[in-house]
Each structure stands twice: as C-alpha cells, then as structure tokens.
C-alpha cells in the first residue's frame, strides 16, 4: 500500500518562491504538461474540465445578452492583416506565419490568427448593408497563437484557447453600452462563478489594444498582490469598419460606417484561479467551477465491506444533484488520499469510517479551511449543497476583503514606491494623464497602469508630478 | 412590406444540379459563408447553432462512456511528425507548415495538425509508465487544417472542426473494443440524433487511415445516392505507440508497448444533413439538432394586436422545454416568413390567426411534409412536442426506408456497372479480397469500396472477377 502522506513536500512553498509555487501546482494537480513546441502546453483533463465549466458560464451569460456563436477560419492573408495600420503593428512582432501548403509554396504568407478583427471586419464588410442587418452580436470560441518569448502555463502562452466576441452596431452609442456590457459581464461572471473580485476601468493609451479606441479591462489581485488582467473589452469606434468597409445606408439614406466592440476571456483566468484561492498544499477550487466538487473517501486501515457499501451509496446519492467522485482505490491509504485531492482543490471531503456509519453520520473537511464537521447522513445532500454554496461566498468574502486590504490609497510617490517594488499591493491615486509620468512610474517601480477605474472618486494630485490630477488610477506589477 | 413569396427560386432545383443545389442551401439557409482563403469557410451563427447541437450529443455519449475532454497544442515539430513512416506519407502532401514566428525564422518548420496522433503518441509516452496507468481515454475538440485541392463547404474543407478521440490500452482486446463502442456511438448518434442511418464496416485497405492497422467507418447516404463516410474509427495496434514510445511495465514485470485507437467525427456531418433531408424547398432539420425547432407566425394582413399578444404568449409558453421563435417582424408578409423558415429548415411552423385564435387553436405546419393540422391551444405544449418526435421518427425511417431501396444486391459486374457510374446507389456484393478488383471498379465506375459491412452475409462470389469472394462489400460513389 502505498504511503506518501505529504504531498506538500512535492510543492515548493509560496513564500519561498511564487512562480516556483505556480509551476508547481500547475503539474501536481495534473492540470497541463509542456508540449514539444516551447510555448505550447498541452491542458490535461483537469485542467480542461476547469475550462469547460467557464466556458459553460461565459456561454450562458452571452447568450442570455443576445449574443450567437460562430466560427472564423484560422489563416489570415497577410494583405488583409495589414490594412489597420496600429492593429498589424501592434500583433505583427508575435504572428505565425505559415508559408507553405502541402507541395506548393503559398504566393502569399498567411497568419495564424492572433486574434481575429481583421477576419471577422472583413466578413462584416461583406454582410452588413443596411441599417437592418445591425447590430451584429457574434462570439467565438477558438485558439489563437502569438509568438511570445517568455511564456507561463495558462498565463501567457504561445497558443491559449479563449473567446472573442465581435459585434457591430449602427452607433457609437450603442457599440459604447456593449462594451460596457460585456466588461460587466465578466466582472459579474469573475465574482459569481470563480470567486474572483476584480476591478473594473479604462486601460491607458499606451495599454490599451493595438487598433482600439478606448479599451476596458477586469484587473485580479493575485496571491503575490500582482495583478492580472483577466479580460478586456475593446471600443473599436469606427475605425476598424473603416479599414474593412463595414458601411451600411442607414434610416436617413446616408452611407455610414458601422460602430464595432471585441471583448475576450481566455484560458488564462485558469492561472488566476490557482493563484487567487491556491495556497501551500496545492490548488482550492471554487465549487462552481470544481469539476469534481465532493470527493467521498471511506475510511478504515482497511476499509470494511459496510463502510465501503455506505460510501458507495452515498456518492451515488449525491451524485443527482453534485459533481461527486468516490474515491475507493485499495492500495492507497486514506491520508494519501486525502493529501492528493486537496492538492487538486476538491471543496469538501466527506470521510466516512465506521464509527461515523455506526452514528448515522460522516465527517465534512473543507478544502480551503480545514474545518471539520460531522454531518448527519440523513438530508446530506441538501447539507452539501448548503456548504458548497458558503464555501463559494467565503472564498469571493475573502478574496475581496485581500483586494481591498492590499490596495492602497496613497497620495505620494515616495509612500508609495516600496508598496509597488516590493510588491505589497496596488496603489490607487490621482494620474496627471501625462505618458510621462506613467512611464516614470514603471521604470522606479516596475509597475504599470493597471486601468483608471469606472467608480472614480475625486482625484486631487498627480502621485508622480504632483500636477492637478486628471483622474484615479490603478498601478500595479503585474503577469 | 417586402413581398418575395418564392425563395425556392433562389435555390437550383437538386434534380437539375445537386452540387449547385447543396451549395445555395448552404448559402441561403445561411449557415456558411466563404473566407478570404480558398477552402476556408466561415461557420455562420445558423450552422454554428447545429454543431453546438451535434457537439452536445457527441460529448454527452463520450463521457457516458468514461472520456474525458483534453487539448493538445496545433503546431507539431516536424521532426516528430515523421516518426510514424505510413501516416506521415499520407498526411504530408496536404499539411501546412508555419516556417516563421513573430520575427524570427524557425530552426525547424511545425505543421499545423492535419489530426493529432502525433502530438498525443508524444504526450502519451511521457505519461504512460505503468499499467496503472492505462486506460487513457481523451477526446478533443478543436480545428485541424488539411491542403485539400477541391474543397465544398462542410464536406471537405481546408480547415474543418471536428473531435478526436485518442485512446491507450494494455492489451489489443480491449483496444479493438473501443474501436467498435465508438464506432456504434457515431452510428447511434447519427440515427438518433440526426436522423441519418448509416452502415457500419471495416475500410479495405486501400481506403484506410495513415498509419492504421484497421480503419471502420460508418457511411451513409445523400439525396443523390452519394456516399458520405460520416466518422471513422481506428485500430492502431501497437504501431504509434511503437513510434512515440507508449510503453508500460505490465503486472507480469515485462515492458509492453501500448494498443491505441483513435475516432473522429467533423462539421462535414452538416453536409450530411443537408444531402441526406434537405429538398428542393431547402434545408430539413431533424427537431434534435435543429437550432429552433419551432417558429411562430401571427397571420392577417395586419396582425391585430390581439392575435400578435396571442402569439407571444403561445412562444413564450412553448419556450420551457422547446427551442421557439416568434417571428414577429411587421416588415414581411406571412407568406414571405413561411418561405424563409422553410428555407431554413425550422421543422415546425405554427400559424396564429384571428380565426384561429377565435376557435382556441393554431395551425400547425410541418416542414419535412408540408402537412397542416391545426392544433387546440390547451395542452399545446405536448402536442408539439409530441408532433416533433413524430417528425424525428419519420425523418430516419425515410431515410432508412431509402437506404435500403437504393442499395442492390448485385452478384454480378454488368448489373452493378450503371448502379454505380449512373449514382442509382450502392451496390453490395461479394468480393475476393485482392485490390486490383477494388481498383477496377473504380476505374471503371468511379465508385470506391465504401466499407465491409459488420454485418456479414455469407459471399458468394467477387462481383469483378467471379472468383470466390472472402467478403461482402459496399460499393458506391462517394464524397
């Protein structure tokens, strides 16, 4: 029988070396391997399982605002790419090029897509005629390649899956609302689903998207107070129907341009669920999006035929309305088993010995706490389900209540230039607007304008030049 | 108000010219468009819609049957490609290779995966160690790019989504196992869900997948008496696992190599609903996948408000358990809308007029006979819903019905000859076995060996040389 009861061991401590920490996790909890290609991961079962669960939400909450799926090919021609002047030399440094197909060497280069404004403005060009054929609301669900010299499982990948919503509208203030609606949506879908508080605000000119106008983000905080920027969504005004001829003859007979938004959410908040709960003994996953949410493990130096036949019945009850898995193998002990599912973040464990069937009851471990309580067998599924449900507001409570803690209203730049160098949290104060002063602030402190938040109080003093402030602002490191 | 009663004018009659005719239902209906690269096509919302649906029953079945969903990276190295001599000779001419990234040009070029036997032989040798280890059963949705020359929207593409599942197993038992359960789920699946009888059998070995050691495919039958192979399966033995190094200490102490399958099924099964339901009027969905399943249409020249309050509180109602739209717009006559929601596909119109709503009924409409009925308004719900199983029943015994009738038992080769060179159907008969006979028929007819049927009557003799034949074998032309 085997016996490694701590798996811990295997995982190197945050506090010693985060990223190590991260990489860590990401393998013990068998959530993706490295592939042959450098950049390239391959998103193991549990990992995948993860992402369908996000998918599911995301998907419900686009179609539920109007939104339908497609799909765009994968190849761009060159000739195409290169018609919004900012958007090709914003992406070209990091695009793919395929060059040859089968025997024949291609007359012209084509791109693996980095994203897919270019293909999807010039099929709109095509599709949009008359004011009648507006707004478009169209997501997809792809993967997309970008040519990156340092990449981080989940975080910042040479290829990563995502969705990329793309709509057109008739006006800019219709295209405006989408955007923020779809920035909410994440922001809510973050909150409510994955437990991640974030903030929401206005990226910086030389943050925002290669090719948009004005560009929103939801920021995270990370376990090592970095942020993390888990999505964006793009007001593209109409310069994109510009470059690829979205016009349409609008009510008033005039031929206009049309008004387009982009927002996506990838793969990557996977790396902001690891780090945003994850701590010492591995990964903490929120029950909504825990592919497995209750593991039942019998317990026993050998586990008796009525304990085992106990066990078995219960997770087959549980299983109508929980995600559950049983945990019965043989040749590992109950302390193996129970090191290992809490390295992959299963919210409850449900052990059951025999003193526990003999008193009508089994003992609930949460994962992110520790805690113990027996439960009564009797209304045990409503039980869990009531501690899945409190396990997932503890972890937003406290995710918030981190995020607000290490965020740090400070009026001067030497107050706060440790908090960002060392990294003990976000600074918010006021911002002259001035790229000057934005660049002054990474280069001292290696920190960036995380975004200007939409709840903005009243401004007073630029934090870096002390000039009337323009706006509030968020800095912080960032992944 | 627009006035355009006959789309079906759009659309090229299927009796005069059915390649033109699958491609303006295509089109029409709405469900793809042509990209900028030639064999790229764009999955537009209403065709997307049914591959989300065909998505959910696949993926549903796989995991009923313990698969898990995984991703594995789109570019493989070319060095690694190489490994596996017969499938790297079969897929070499079509793949498309990326020679550069971002700035720099890459030391070695990586295909795009044309499927990925490859990449997982790879990731399956580094995490099979053990017996322990075995089964892996994973399955992955994505895209794959093949330089196809002739390409047709869905039926064969450059690019085209589809899932591939890749298995490893202990022994050859069980891996031929699997072959044949995910060859009887595709052929349930098909039936069930798409309404589409198939037959199912074992590719000659002529027609057999790159690198397998048996290939299966369940092939089914168009509108034009067409072969259409819908999904394959396949046996590997221990041949990639040989290549990429799938090997495991077994409980006899030995080191074995590992038996793989692998089974994939594509958007070209939209092709297939289209040729095998769809008439000269358009598309015909079966109610399972079909995207709505029912449209409302409030009638009078001028839809009273009364009528149009009826209409949307009959879709609402129907909206718990099915997939309605009301149609609405008072831009388009009745007449205009029943033509484009045939055109469409939808299988059930319900018409709601100011008589109708007087008696307490609404007509109902079916798109795959045209026959009407009117319906009382209480208990609507299952009465549609009822109505629409009958159509999903009726759909797959017509096409059984004709599948049957269009396959000739032929015994010999002047009676098979105009069956096949004329596209009468299929013929099935005995064949001795040697390819030269397979390569005559096609020579002759252009028919190609569509599979040996699983279902074995005892053969007489070849249809082509009249020796004694060793099986009996589908012929026909194909896709």
Redesign the interface.
């Known amino acids: 029988m085997a016996e490694r009861s701590d798996f811990v061991r295997e995982i190197t401590p945050p506090d010693q070396d985060y990223s190590q920490w991260y990489q860590d996790v990401v393998t013990k909890a068998d959530l993706a391997?490295y592939?042959?290609?450098k950049g390239?991961?391959?998103?193991?079962?549990a990992?995948?399982?993860i992402?369908?669960n996000i998918q599911a939400g995301l998907d419900r909450r686009f179609k539920a605002t109007g939104h339908?799926?497609?799909?765009?090919?994968?190849?761009?021609?060159e000739s195409?790419l290169v018609k919004e002047a900012d958007h090709v030399a914003g992406f070209?440094?990091?695009?793919?090029?395929?060059?040859?197909?089968?025997?024949?060497t291609l007359s012209e280069?084509?791109a693996?897509r980095p994203t897919s404004e270019v293909?999807v403005g010039?099929?709109y060009g095509?599709?949009v005629h008359s004011y009648r054929d507006l707004p478009i609301l169209?997501n997809q669900w792809?993967?997309v390649?970008r040519?990156e010299k340092v990449t981080r499982p989940f975080l910042r990948g040479?290829?990563f899956?995502w969705q990329e919503g793309h709509t057109a509208h008739a006006s800019g203030e219709e295209a405006m609302e989408e955007t923020l609606r779809m920035l909410s949506v994440y922001h809510e879908f973050l909150a409510t689903e994955l437990a991640i508080p974030s903030r929401m605000g206005r990226k910086s000119e030389s943050e925002k998207f290669a090719g948009a106008e004005i560009t929103y983000s939801v920021e995270a905080m990370m376990g090592d107070n970095r942020a993390l920027q888990a999505g964006t969504s793009h007001y593209f005004a109409n310069r994109f129907a510009q470059a690829y001829g979205i016009s349409f003859l609008d009510q008033d007979g005039t031929e206009k341009a049309a008004f387009t938004t982009s927002w996506g959410m990838s793969t990557r908040v996977i790396g902001a669920l690891i780090m945003v709960h994850g701590d010492a003994r591995g990964l903490v996953l929120p029950p909504r999006v825990a592919p497995t949410q209750v593991v039942v493990v019998p317990i026993g130096a050998n586990a008796s035929a009525e304990v085992a036949e106990a066990a078995r019945r219960l997770a087959k009850e549980l299983s109508s309305g929980l995600r559950v898995h049983l945990d019965d193998r043989p040749e590992f002990t109950p302390g193996w088993k129970f090191n290992e599912w809490e390295m992959r973040g299963v919210p409850v464990r449900l052990e059951l010995g025999p003193r526990d069937l003999a008193a009508g009851q089994v003992v609930a471990v949460r994962r992110d706490t520790g805690e113990k309580q027996p439960l009564p067998m009797a209304g045990l599924a409503g039980q869990v389900a009531a501690l899945l449900e409190r396990i997932q507001g503890d972890l937003l409570e406290r995710a918030t209540r981190r995020l607000a803690e290490h965020t740090h209203a400070v009026g001067d730049w030497a107050a706060a230039l440790p908090i960002l160098s060392e990294r003990q949290g976000w600074v918010e104060a006021g911002w002259c607007g001035s790229e000057a002063c934005e660049m002054q602030v990474k280069a001292q402190s290696g920190a960036t304008l995380r975004n200007l938040p939409l709840e903005q109080s009243a401004p007073a003093t630029c934090l870096v030049c002390g000039a009337k402030a323009q706006y509030m602002a968020l800095w912080g490191r960032a992944y």
Do not use: C, S
């Open positions: 391997d592939g042959p290609v390239f991961i391959v998103i193991k079962p990992g995948y399982a992402w369908e339908v799926n497609a799909y765009f090919p994968l190849l761009i021609p195409l070209t440094p990091e695009v793919a090029w395929v060059t040859h197909g089968g025997q024949e280069r084509l693996i293909m010039e099929m095509k599709w169209i792809n993967n390649v040519w040479t290829e899956l």
